[in-house]
């Protein structure tokens, strides 16, 4: 049977509720939003003489709580228009609605008496053979299911989003001892394929994978910060992006998350886990109570380990329980990791560091080790599932079984006994069977170690992924120090950025230059893409800064025809260009996707034209493509002035697209051409099967274009007037407004005295010499220089 879904039901709208719901209409799916009618009146509703029979009244519980999850920021849904998907209503007069679902997803307080309740009311109306699923993290299986039909339990499981849905990827899947293994595998699939996320089968243990494991691990650190006389800055240091954490790292996630919520779990753990060898390391601290009797939980009361005063940031001392300034961390062993960019080659040297981070780690990782190799078959019979929950669930880079290989399985197990631990049977047994590692890369697929089959296995699910890390040594066509070029198979090619940040310096023009020769004299076609956190931050503006200050405007000039003529190389090259963006996509990076044949977005893509935060137009295209974009634009009986107007905004206010679905607003992604993929694991994958698809449709060299339509004087007039109406109403500085009356000039077309068609080339020269013109300034270079100093704009 094939199964589709078109409408879900979500019961309860609450944080975790709204934003299922939001994640659905995401992706085009029709949403009914449910929760119980209000049992008395608000002070509003009786002053309107409502009564509680009032329709507005009776669902102001469901609105109210979506409307919260939409103003909240960062926002769950892609799109405002796409919250016209959800539709809401009550548990009381709306229930029977839930007849013409696919789906039906329960989402209320975790009390297993109210779950009960609710799953009675669904049957009475849920058309057999719906799916039906819970987002508990913590009640098992058996008993929500008792009292259940039998079609119930045959179509029950648990699903369990992480919040943000939107965001965090980890979807656990839990079935129920009656569930069928086509309910399972759809859902593993759907969670996948259609939500974007990383699918992860997990037993009905408490608190599944991804928080038994990650909340043993903030438990660890807990008892381990004063044992080890650190502070929480310091474990912060420690725990955050230089181990390929999230930069609130520990403390500051606990003070985003809550400490009651965390407290929730950790009592959940050590009331229904007593065999579990950690079972004390479950009891709060001293510290913990204390803070939880004093309602210090974090952000949501205003104080957790860290408060804000005014402007200044205060940090808990965890020995006095006050709080003072915070003390800035710093350690010799991190010290030697800075020049090591990949984090999974940074834990051999953290680990054997002599100062207290070394000793930190050793004693750290040990811990960890220790637990999870326990953990199966206990909570996974894989061990690929803890590493794919704790990097989709907790955003860590490298899971504890990746980071174990790292180190080594030996030094590992060294590590274990130093602390008191003993490695796992299963372990031993691996190593003595030859197996030195849990991981493998074998004809470009990831391999694991399996404990049952005791020898390593194909990870499942990868056919419809391409791993660049497990292709870029094989497939390997070209590289120098800044990109690879690799071969994708089938004909085409794709080249990866591998420079700081990926931005766009001389290196990597240099590679995309190769790479269309490679691809027009060997190949079909070419993707630009990687898998690095962002697809690119822009060009490098610490060379434009250097090349400025040095006053080498020839050099500079040079370098900026290079990449405008790297970016038309790249439009009018005769295989089909296909850009992959992802994260941050700015600047420079932008430029780049606009001038791709096509572009296969993630939806996560965070892109636009942000150059005037540094003093400058964009300089690689941008400018000249928005121009050419509002001329393509232009219909008859249209205001033109208006339309171009649009596009000069987007660059002129440094507009950037929260979403891939946003970039269409602006301009920067094209209706009908580019395209948006959930599942940015796929990303890859399908951009190259928009290139094959385009190059064995016959694709052709496109014509240079010459009809591009400025409207001279008449457009560099009203803009003109309107920076001087912005700079009188202080809306923008004086340096402001000569940056945007450049821009003017060049989306004009110069001041011709009338509308006229002009080339690509004509527009690339007035953007370059107005891009040279402002790297004269001063204004602009404080600007570049306070980027580079500070990661953040400037206005001077």
Not at 61 to 80: D, E, G, Q, R
Request: aromatic share 8%; proline share 4%.
């Amino acid at each position: 049977m094939t199964r589709r879904i078109s409408k879900v039901a979500v019961i309860g709208s609450g944080i975790m509720g709204s934003g299922i719901a939001c994640h659905f209409a995401n992706i085009g799916v029709e949403v009914l939003l449910l929760d119980i009618p209000p049992r008395e009146l608000s002070d509003a509703e009786k002053a309107k003489g409502l009564s509680l029979e009032h329709k507005t009244v009776r669902n102001r519980i469901v609105n109210t709580n979506l409307a919260n999850a939409l103003k909240s920021k960062p926002s769950p849904i892609y799109h405002p228009q796409f919250a016209s998907r959800i539709k809401t209503g009550n548990l009381e007069d709306d229930l029977k609605k839930i007849a013409d679902v696919d789906w039906i997803i329960e989402v209320v307080v975790e009390r297993l008496d109210i779950k009960q309740k609710v799953f009675e009311q669904i049957e009475q109306f849920r058309k057999p053979g719906t799916l039906i699923t819970s987002n508990t993290s913590g009640i098992p299986i058996k008993f929500m299911n008792d009292g259940r039909s039998e079609d119930f339990k045959q179509h029950f499981a648990v699903t369990h989003f992480f919040n943000p849905p939107r965001y965090l990827k980890l979807f656990e899947v839990v079935p129920g001892p009656q569930c069928k293994k086509e309910v399972t595998e759809f859902l593993l699939s759907y969670g996948e394929k259609f939500l974007g996320k990383t699918s992860v089968l997990a037993k009905d243990t408490p608190a599944f994978i991804g928080n038994r494991i990650g909340i043993f691990g903030i438990q660890s650190l807990f008892h381990q910060v004063k044992e080890l006389g650190l502070t929480i800055e310091e474990v912060d240091k420690l725990t955050g992006p230089v181990i390929g954490r999230p930069k609130s790292a520990t403390f500051r996630t606990v003070d985003v998350v809550g400490l009651d919520t965390l407290v929730h779990v950790a009592n959940g753990l050590y009331e229904n886990c007593p065999n579990d060898e950690a079972h004390e390391l479950f009891k709060l601290p001293d510290f913990i109570k204390t803070m939880m009797d004093n309602k210090w939980l974090g952000s949501k009361t205003g104080q957790g380990f860290y408060k804000k005063e005014g402007k200044e940031i205060l940090a808990l001392d965890l020995n006095t329980l006050e709080y003072r300034p915070q003390k800035k961390a710093s350690f010799s062993t991190l010290e030697l990791t800075k020049t090591i960019d990949s984090v999974i080659d940074r834990f051999p040297v953290l680990v054997n560091g002599s100062d207290r981070a070394g000793a930190f780690y050793r004693k750290n990782f040990a811990a960890m080790f220790a637990y999870v190799q326990n953990r199966i078959p206990e909570i996974s019979d894989e061990l690929y599932r803890i590493d794919d929950a704790m990097k989709a669930g907790f955003g860590w880079e490298n899971g504890p079984f990746e980071i174990w290989d790292a180190i080594g399985i030996r030094k590992g197990i060294e590590l274990m006994k130093a602390e008191g631990h003993s490695p796992a049977p299963w372990i031993e047994e691996m190593l003595n069977s030859g197996n030195t590692s849990f991981y493998s890369v074998q004809d470009g697929a990831t391999y694991y170690y399996d404990v049952t089959a005791k020898k390593q296995l194909k990870k499942p699910g990868q056919d419809a992924f391409i791993i660049l890390d497990n292709i870029r040594k094989s497939n390997e066509v070209w590289k120098n120090t800044d990109a690879v070029v690799q071969d994708l198979g089938d004909g085409i090619l794709n080249i990866e950025f591998r420079s700081k940040m990926n931005t766009l310096g001389g290196g990597v023009i240099q590679a995309l230059n190769k790479a269309v020769d490679l691809a027009e004299k060997d190949f079909q076609g070419l993707v630009v893409g990687n898998q690095g956190a962002n697809f690119s931050v822009g060009a490098n503006i610490g060379m434009i800064f250097m090349m400025a200050v040095e006053q080498e405007y020839d050099e500079l000039n040079f370098a900026i025809k290079m990449f405008q003529d790297t970016m038309m190389r790249m439009r009018y090259s005769s295989i089909p260009v296909i850009a992959a963006p992802h994260g941050m996509t700015l600047g420079g990076g932008c430029e780049l996707s606009m001038h791709a044949d096509k572009v296969v977005a993630a939806a996560e893509t965070y892109i636009g034209l942000v150059e005037f935060g540094v003093g400058v137009i964009p300089g690689g295209g941008g400018s000249k493509e928005m121009t050419l974009r509002a001329s393509d634009t232009f219909r008859k009986n249209d205001v033109e002035l208006n339309v171009l107007q649009e596009y000069f905004l987007t660059i002129g206010m440094a507009k950037v697209a929260t979403s891939a679905y946003e970039a269409f607003d602006f301009g920067i992604l094209q209706k009908g051409k580019d395209v948006v993929v959930i599942n940015r694991e796929r990303q890859i994958a399908e951009a190259k099967k928009h290139a094959l698809l385009m190059a064995e449709a016959g694709y052709t060299m496109p014509i240079k274009r010459t009809d591009v339509k400025v409207l001279g004087k008449q457009a560099l007039g009203m803009f003109l007037v309107g920076t001087d109406s912005m700079e009188a109403g202080k809306y923008i500085s004086e340096h402001d407004k000569k940056i945007a009356n450049k821009l003017a000039y060049v989306m004009a077309g110069g001041d011709l005295s009338e509308p006229s068609f002009v080339s690509e080339q004509y527009l690339l020269d007035l953007e370059r010499e107005a891009f040279l013109s402002l790297c004269t300034e001063r204004k602009t270079l404080e600007r570049i220089q306070h980027m580079l100093k500070t990661g953040k704009p400037l206005r001077n």
